[in-house]
C-alpha cells in the first residue's frame, strides 16, 4: 500500500476495522502466540547457536509488544495511532540493525548451529506466523498502525521459511554461512518494512496536525 494518505486512511477518527471487535481478539491471539514463539525461539536458539533463531526470538518478542501497543491505541484519534506506529517502525529498524551485529559477530566466531533444531523450530515457528497472518490479512491495508501490525506478521514468516532454508543450507554444507545470509535476509526485511512504517506515519502526522490546525481556525 502507498505511504500516502488517501480517502478514510486520512481521517482523525479510529478507521472502522480498527474498532472492529474481531480485529481486537485478533491481536490479543497475536499477541500471546508471539510472547510464547519468543521463549521456544530464544531457548532454541540458544542451544543451536543460531543466529537466525536468535534474530526471529527477538523479533517474536518485539511484535508481541507492538500488538500489545496496538491494542492500547486502537480507538484513539489519528495521531496517537501514527505515533504507536512510529514507535513499531523504529523498533523494526532497531532489530535489523541487532540482527546485521550478529551476523558480524557469528561471522567473525566462525560458529556452525545445529540444523535439525533450526528446521523444526522453524517449521513450528512459520505455523504459528501463518496462522497469524491469515487472521490479519482482511485488515492489511488499515491506517500505518495496522498496516505495521500486517508487515511484522508478513515478514515474520517469510523469515521462518528462511530459517528452514538455512537449515538444509548448514546441514547440508557443514558451514554456519547458510544461517548468517538468512539472518543477513532477515535484516533486510525488518529495516525495509520498518521504514515503510515510518515513512507513513510521519505522513499521517503531518495530516493529523493539519486537521487540528483547521478546526481550531474555525
Not at 85 to 98: D, E, P, R, Y
Not at 122 to 137: C, F, M, R
Request: proline share 2%; with cysteine.
Amino acid at each position: 500500500m502507498s505511504v500516502h494518505c488517501h480517502n478514510d486512511h486520512c481521517h482523525d477518527h479510529a478507521p472502522a476495522g480498527s474498532t472492529d471487535p474481531r480485529y481486537r481478539r485478533v491481536l490479543w491471539i497475536a499477541l500471546i502466540v508471539n510472547a510464547a514463539m519468543f521463549m521456544v525461539e530464544m531457548g532454541a536458539g540458544m542451544r543451536s547457536g543460531s543466529a537466525s533463531l536468535l534474530a526471529d526470538a527477538i523479533d517474536f518478542l518485539g511484535d508481541a509488544a507492538n500488538y500489545g501497543l496496538s491494542l492500547w491505541v486502537l480507538s484513539m484519534a489519528l495521531a496517537w495511532r501514527a505515533r504507536a506506529a512510529l514507535v513499531k517502525g523504529a523498533s523494526m529498524l532497531a532489530f535489523g540493525i541487532f540482527v546485521v551485529g550478529r551476523v558480524a559477530w557469528g561471522a567473525w566466531q566462525g560458529i556452525t548451529p545445529e540444523p535439525i533444531t533450526m528446521g523444526s523450530i522453524g517449521l513450528l515457528a512459520l505455523a504459528a506466523n501463518l496462522g497469524v497472518a491469515v487472521l490479519l490479512y482482511a485488515w492489511r491495508d488499515g491506517d500505518a498502525n495496522m498496516r505495521g501490525v500486517w508487515l511484522c506478521t508478513r515478514n515474520d514468516a517469510l523469515g521462518n521459511v528462511a530459517v528452514m532454508l538455512a537449515a538444509l543450507g548448514v546441514f547440508g554444507t557443514g558451514s554456519g554461512w547458510p544461517d548468517l545470509v538468512v539472518a543477513t535476509v532477515m535484516a533486510g526485511l525488518a529495516i525495509t518494512g520498518g521504514w515503510a512504517v515510518v515513512r507513513q506515519a510521519l505522513q499521517e502526522l503531518k495530516v493529523s496536525k493539519t486537521q487540528t490546525v483547521a478546526s481550531a481556525l474555525k
